[in-house]
C-alpha cells in the first residue's frame, strides 16, 4: 500500500515537473526566437537610422537592430506569399511600411521586461506601433506559471502524503507487533536495534516507490512522444525526459522522506 | 545485587499490592519468594525487571537505580537480567529456537553461538525435539519451559522466575531447578517466585514470604 501511494505521489510529481521542465526549454526556444518589429510612419534616411539606433542603445544593449525598408517588406511579403505573390502585382510598391527589427539579449527574458521594452520603442520618433507577438507571449507565461504553481502543489502533495503514509503504515505494522516489540525492550534491544528494521523499510519504500513512478512516467512519457510524434504543434519542440541528476534528485528526495516518515512513527511509538 | 528500600506499589483506585517491602539479596544469591496467589510476588518481580515503576521507594540493581534508567543504560541493563515471566511471553508464531536465540540476539551474539547454546538449553529442558517447532503449538508445560530457556540464555547476573513449575510434573520439575541451581553456582543471583513448596522446602536457601503485600522472613538462607 505505501509502495503505491509513494510511486503514484512520485508519477504525479514528476509529470507536472517533467511538464514545467520542457515548458521552460520551450520557453528558452522562443526566447530566442524573440524579436520586437517597430513599424514607422516613414522610411527613415540613414542620419534618422543613426539617431533611432542610439536611441534604442540608450535602453539597452540587444543582439541585433536591423532596419527594413518598405520595399525590402515588399520583398519579403512576396517571398512568404511564395505561389500567390501576384496578388500583390496590382498593389503599389510602398504600401507596406518601413520597419525596425530588435533583437533583445537573451537575459531580456521576463515579460514585463519585454513590455518596457516594447513601451520605450513605442515612444521612439516615427514609431507607429510595436509588435512582438504579445498574445502568444502572455498566455505562454502566464501558463508557464500555472505548470510552476502546480508542480509546487504536487511537489508538497508528495512530501504529504509520503511522510504520512510511510509513518501510518510503519504504525500499523507496530500495532501488529506490539507483542514482539515490547518483548524486544524487555530483553534488553536497544532503540537503535528496535528501529533499524523499519528504518530500512521506509528507505526502500522510498527507493523501489520512487523507482516505480519513474519507470511508470517513462512509459507514460514514451507513449506520448510516439502517439503525437506525427506533424502537428509537438513537432515543433524536442521533448526530453529528465536528466541522470534530476532521477537521482528525486529518488534521493523519496528515500529521505520516507526515512523520516519511519523515524518519526518510531519515535512516538517507541518511548523506551 | 538487589536493593530495595520501602518500596510500596498501589495500583488505581486503591488497590494496594506491595506495602514498604524492603529487601536486599546478595550476589550470587539463590533465593525464594513465596507466597499465595495475589499475595504480590508478581508485582515485586515486575518492579524489579523494571516493567512497572514503584509508587514509593528505591530499587537498585547492581547499584544502579533502574527506575531512572533509560534508553541504552536500561536496555544494557535488561541484557543482564533474565525473566521467566508467569504469563511466558513467547512470540507464539515463532519456533522454540527463535524465541531462545531473541534474547542472545539483542546483544549481538555470534549465530554459531547462539545456535550451540540454543541446542545445549533445549537438551538441558528435555525438548530437544522441538527445536523447530512453532511455540503456539507446545503444551502449557512446554512453554514455560522455553520461556525459562530464553531468561536463561544469555547468561545473565541475575535472573528472575515467576512460578517456574506451575505447569510441570515432577521429573521435569527436578529438570528446571537443575538448570536453576545451575546459573546459580557459575554466579547468577536467582529469584523465584512460587507456591510450589516441593521446589524449596529441601533446599539450604533463603526463603522469604509476601503476605498482603508485606514481607516475612520464613527461613535464613545458610551460610
Known amino acids: 500500500m505505501t509502495l503505491l501511494t509513494v510511486s503514484l505521489s512520485v508519477l504525479i510529481f514528476a509529470f507536472f515537473f517533467l511538464i514545467y521542465n520542457n515548458m521552460l526549454s520551450v520557453g528558452d526556444k522562443l526566447g530566442d526566437d524573440l524579436q520586437l518589429i517597430v513599424y514607422l510612419e516613414e522610411e527613415p534616411g540613414p542620419e534618422m537610422q543613426e539617431q533611432l539606433r542610439k536611441k534604442i542603445l540608450a535602453f539597452d544593449d540587444v543582439e541585433e537592430i536591423r532596419f527594413?525598408?518598405?520595399?525590402?517588406?515588399?520583398?519579403?511579403?512576396?517571398d512568404q506569399l511564395g505561389d500567390d505573390r501576384d496578388v500583390l502585382d496590382d498593389m503599389p510598391q510602398d504600401f507596406l511600411p518601413a520597419s525596425i527589427e530588435v533583437v533583445?539579449?537573451?537575459?531580456?527574458?521576463?515579460?514585463?521586461?519585454?513590455?518596457?521594452?516594447?513601451?520605450?520603442?513605442?515612444?521612439?520618433?516615427?514609431?507607429?506601433?510595436?509588435?512582438?507577438?504579445?498574445?502568444?507571449?502572455?498566455?505562454?507565461?502566464?501558463?508557464?506559471?500555472?505548470?510552476?504553481?502546480?508542480?509546487?502543489?504536487?511537489?508538497?502533495?508528495?512530501?504529504?502524503?509520503?511522510?504520512?503514509?510511510?509513518?501510518?503504515?510503519?504504525?500499523?505494522?507496530?500495532?501488529?507487533?506490539?507483542?514482539?516489540?515490547?518483548?524486544?525492550?524487555?530483553?534488553?534491544?536497544?532503540?537503535?536495534?528496535?528501529?533499524?528494521?523499519?528504518l530500512i523499510e521506509g528507505l526502500l519504500q522510498g527507493f523501489i516507490g520512487s523507482i516505480l513512478g519513474l519507470i511508470s512516467l517513462y512509459s507514460l512519457f514514451q507513449w506520448i512522444k510516439l502517439k503525437f510524434s506525427g506533424p502537428g504543434i509537438m513537432s515543433l519542440f524536442e521533448f526530453t525526459f529528465f536528466q541522470a541528476t534530476t532521477i537521482s534528485t528525486i529518488i534521493a528526495i523519496s528515500i529521505v522522506l520516507c526515512a523520516v516518515g519511519s523515524y518519526t512513527s518510531m519515535q512516538k511509538f517507541l518511548r523506551i | 545485587m538487589i536493593e530495595m528500600i520501602k518500596v510500596s506499589k498501589t495500583y488505581p483506585p486503591e488497590t494496594k499490592a506491595l506495602s514498604d517491602v524492603s529487601l536486599s539479596v546478595a550476589t550470587g544469591e539463590m533465593f525464594f519468594l513465596i507466597g499465595m496467589s495475589g499475595a504480590g510476588k508478581t508485582t515485586l518481580l515486575k518492579l524489579l525487571c523494571n516493567m512497572e515503576s514503584p509508587t514509593n521507594g528505591l530499587i537498585e540493581i547492581g547499584g544502579v537505580n533502574i527506575h531512572r534508567t533509560r534508553g541504552r543504560k536500561l536496555a544494557r541493563l535488561r541484557q543482564k537480567v533474565g525473566v521467566a515471566y508467569q504469563d511466558f511471553k513467547l512470540l507464539t508464531n515463532r519456533t522454540v529456537a527463535e524465541n531462545i536465540a531473541i534474547s542472545m540476539e539483542v546483544s549481538y551474539k555470534k549465530p554459531q553461538h547462539i545456535k550451540k547454546r540454543v541446542r545445549d538449553l533445549l537438551d538441558q529442558l528435555s525438548l530437544a525435539g522441538k527445536h523447530d517447532t512453532i511455540t503456539a503449538e507446545l503444551s502449557r508445560g512446554e512453554q514455560q519451559r522455553v520461556a525459562l530457556a530464553r531468561a536463561v540464555a544469555n547468561s545473565p547476573t541475575l535472573i528472575l522466575v515467576d512460578e517456574p513449575t506451575g505447569n510441570l510434573d515432577s521429573t521435569t520439575t527436578e529438570r528446571v531447578m537443575q538448570l536453576l541451581t545451575k546459573c546459580n553456582k557459575s554466579g547468577a543471583t536467582v529469584v523465584i517466585a512460587t507456591h510450589d513448596h516441593s521446589i524449596y522446602t529441601n533446599t539450604h536457601h533463603r526463603i522469604m514470604e509476601l503476605q498482603h503485600g508485606r514481607l516475612n522472613l520464613v527461613r535464613k538462607g545458610a551460610s
Not at chain 1, 527594413?68 to 512576396?78: W, Y
Not at chain 1, 514482539?180 to 534488553?188: A, F, P, R, T
Open chain 1, 104 to 198: 533583445p539579449l537573451k537575459d531580456l527574458r521576463s515579460l514585463s521586461q519585454v513590455k518596457l521594452f516594447s513601451e520605450y520603442l513605442a515612444k521612439l520618433p516615427a514609431a507607429e506601433k510595436v509588435q512582438y507577438g504579445q498574445d502568444w507571449i502572455e498566455r505562454f507565461y502566464y501558463f508557464t506559471r500555472l505548470i510552476s504553481i502546480i508542480v509546487l502543489l504536487s511537489g508538497g502533495l508528495l512530501i504529504l502524503t509520503s511522510v504520512f503514509m510511510v509513518s501510518y503504515t510503519i504504525r500499523l505494522t507496530i500495532l501488529g507487533r506490539q507483542a514482539e516489540l515490547e518483548l524486544l525492550k524487555l530483553v534488553g534491544a536497544t532503540n537503535y536495534y528496535i528501529r533499524t528494521p523499519f
Open chain 1, 68 to 78: 527594413i525598408s518598405k520595399a525590402e517588406a515588399l520583398r519579403k511579403f512576396s
